[in-house]
C-alpha cells in the first residue's frame, strides 16, 4: 500500500514555484500579489486565511489581506472587490468563504473579475474547465490531479467515483476527469444516491468529499482501489491539548489494509490546495504580464 503523501508532492511543487517566482521577480520587477478577503471571525476561516499568507511570504509573493467586520454590506464587499479588481499591482482575489448568512455568496463569486478569480469558481472558469479551455482551476480538485501525476497513476480508462457533488470539489474533479487525455469514466455520487455501496465497490478511484467523518469503510471498497480523501472533520479528542484531532471522510485504519494507494489526513489533500492556490496566483501574474507586453 502507498501513501499519498501531499506532503511530498506539496512541498516540491512550492520548491519549483519558489524558483519560478525568483525568475518572474527579476524579469518584471514586482511581486505577484494575492488579495484575500475575511468577513467576520470564524476561527477555521481566520486558520485558512493565515496559512494563505504564510505561503505567499514563504514564495516571496505579495499579499493584501483585509479582514472586514462581520456586519459589513453587500454593497462595501461589492466595493472593495472592485478596487481589487480595478488594481494592477494584484493578480489574485480570494474572499474566504463561507460568509455571514446576510451576504450573497454567488454574487461576490461573480464580481470578482474572471482574470483574477485564482480560486476557479467563476461560472467563467467552471464553464472554461467544462468544455476543456485553458482557465483556473479549483483548488482541491487541481492538487488531486497533481497527486495524481506524482505518483504515476493513470486515469485513462479507470472507473472513478466521487462521493459529493460541491462546485469546489465533486463537479470540477469531474470535469478534470472526464477531459481528453485523462479519460477516466466518472460518477458522482450524492445524498440522493441509492446504490452507494455498490457504485464505490466499482471503483478504480475512488474520491471522497463528504464531509463525515469515517464515513467511507472497508467494506464499500474493492482491493488495488486508489483512494482519495477531501474530508477534513473534527472529532473530539479530549488527549490532544486543543480537544479535537482532524480525520477525513475515510476510515483510514480500516480502508488503508485493503486498497493500493490512499491519501491520509492531514497530510494529504488538504496541503495541496493551498499549494495549487499559489500557483494559480503565479499563473495568473505572468498571464497580466504577458497581455501587457
Ligand atoms: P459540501 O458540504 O458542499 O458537499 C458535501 C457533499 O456530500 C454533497 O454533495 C452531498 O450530496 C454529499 N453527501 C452528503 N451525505 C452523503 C451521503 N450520505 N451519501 C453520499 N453523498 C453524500 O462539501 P465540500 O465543500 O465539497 O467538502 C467536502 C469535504 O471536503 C468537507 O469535509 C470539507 O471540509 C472538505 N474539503 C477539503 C478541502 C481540502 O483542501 N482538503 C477543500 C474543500 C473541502
Not at 151 to 168: A, D, F, L, M, P
Not at 219 to 225: A, G, L, R, S, T
Amino acid at each position: 500500500m502507498v501513501v499519498l503523501s501531499g506532503k511530498e508532492v506539496a512541498n516540491s511543487k512550492l520548491e519549483e514555484l519558489k524558483s519560478k517566482t525568483q525568475s518572474f521577480i527579476e524579469k518584471y520587477n514586482r511581486k505577484p500579489t494575492l488579495a484575500v478577503i475575511l468577513v467576520g471571525e470564524d476561527p477555521a476561516s481566520q486558520t485558512y486565511v493565515a496559512s494563505k499568507k504564510k505561503a505567499c511570504i514563504k514564495l516571496g509573493y505579495g499579499h493584501k489581506d483585509y479582514v472586514l467586520d462581520k456586519e459589513v454590506t453587500q454593497k462595501e464587499l461589492n466595493s472593495l472587490v472592485d478596487a481589487l479588481n480595478e488594481d494592477n499591482s494584484v493578480d489574485g482575489i480570494l474572499v474566504q468563504m463561507p460568509l455571514p448568512k446576510h451576504l450573497n455568496e454567488q454574487e461576490v463569486i461573480e464580481r470578482i473579475r474572471s482574470d483574477k478569480d485564482v480560486d476557479g469558481f467563476h461560472p467563467i472558469n467552471v464553464g472554461k474547465l467544462l468544455i476543456g479551455l485553458d482557465c483556473f482551476v479549483s483548488c482541491t480538485p487541481k492538487g488531486i490531479m497533481a497527486i495524481l501525476d506524482y505518483y504515476h497513476i493513470e486515469t485513462q480508462s479507470k472507473n472513478v467515483v466521487i462521493i459529493g457533488r460541491s462546485n469546489i470539489v465533486g463537479k470540477p474533479m469531474a470535469s478534470l476527469l472526464i477531459q481528453k487525455g485523462r479519460d477516466a469514466t466518472v460518477t458522482i455520487a450524492h445524498s440522493r444516491t441509492k446504490n452507494l455501496k455498490e457504485l464505490t465497490k466499482s471503483a478504480d478511484i475512488l474520491i471522497a468529499a463528504i464531509g463525515r467523518a469515517n464515513f467511507v469503510t472497508a467494506d464499500m471498497v474493492k482491493e488495488d482501489c486508489v483512494v482519495i480523501d477531501v474530508g477534513i472533520n473534527r472529532v473530539e479528542d479530549s488527549s490532544r491539548k486543543r480537544g479535537y484531532r482532524v480525520v477525513g471522510d475515510v476510515d483510514y485504519q480500516n480502508v488503508s489494509a485493503k486498497v493500493s494507494a490512499i491519501t491520509p489526513v492531514p497530510g494529504g489533500v488538504g496541503l495541496m490546495t493551498i499549494a495549487m492556490l499559489m500557483e494559480n496566483t503565479l499563473e495568473s501574474a505572468i498571464m497580466h504580464e504577458e497581455k501587457d507586453n
